[in-house]
């Protein structure tokens, strides 16, 4: 099962410079994506997520982009800062047949940020 | 800030032992959730809950499971008879709204559950 699929496990940037991680997902029945922060023996971290209603969510030094013709979405972090060295998660939901929603991860982008 | 807890944070037990993973969602949320992350895996689904019974669960939800909200503030995972297989991280989260598509779930710090 690869409806969220995160191609990359890991990336390196410099500290100051831009990070993006990427996402493609093949579920057309997803309408709610989020972006998920995990370190080490911590649950994941809500960062930002984006409705397919939408192309663009920003909040702070962090943007979504959805690019629903291509199920693909991408976070860019700017500037990346060494703190935020961790795994991203990248999680999708959509309709169903209960009344709560259940996320489909992606298998996670460790970042690393370098001083 | 309100935020998700789970306990124990660690637990060891013996095959075909129960066990009960233990959560306090964040307290005005209405739905419950359990996710594992079984090491070098995905975190996954498991069961969905809101107004005192399970809304979905995943192939994984067996008959070995179950789910209850014992009072007003927690929520529990059993495993009646655990396996090998069943060694992962357990991650409780909560939502506020209704399900619909802005329903963001927020997640506990997991318990890590080691069968032996």
């Known amino acids: ?115 | 800030e309100p935020e998700v807890t789970q306990t124990p944070s660690h637990q060891v037990t013996q095959m075909g032992q129960e066990v009960i993973l233990r959560c306090v969602p964040i307290s005005n949320h209405l739905y419950f959730y359990w996710y594992r992350q079984i090491l070098g895996q995905k975190v996954e689904f498991l069961v969905s809950f809101y107004n005192n019974e399970i809304s979905e669960k995943s192939e994984i939800f067996d008959d070995q499971f179950s789910v209850e909200r014992p009072d007003g503030s927690n929520f529990t995972l059993k495993i009646r008879s655990t396996k090998l297989e069943d060694s992962a991280m357990y991650f409780c989260a909560s939502s506020q709204l209704a399900g619909g598509p802005s329903d963001t779930q927020y997640f506990g710090p997991g318990t890590r559950l080691t069968v032996l």
């Open chain 1, 1 to 115: 099962d690869q409806q969220v699929k995160q191609n990359s496990p890991s990336l390196s940037v410099q500290e100051g410079r831009i990070s993006i991680l990427n996402c493609d997902y093949t579920n057309s029945m997803f309408d709610y994506f989020l972006w998920y922060k995990k370190y080490p023996a911590e649950g994941p971290t809500f960062l930002i997520s984006i409705s397919s209603i939408k192309d663009k969510n920003e909040d702070g030094r962090f943007t979504v982009f959805l690019n629903k013709s291509a199920k693909h979405l991408s976070l860019h972090i700017v500037p990346s800062q060494p703190g935020d060295s961790a795994v991203y998660f990248c999680a999708a939901s959509g309709f169903t047949s209960g009344s709560a929603r259940q996320l489909t991860f992606g298998s996670g982008t460790q970042l690393t940020v370098l001083p």
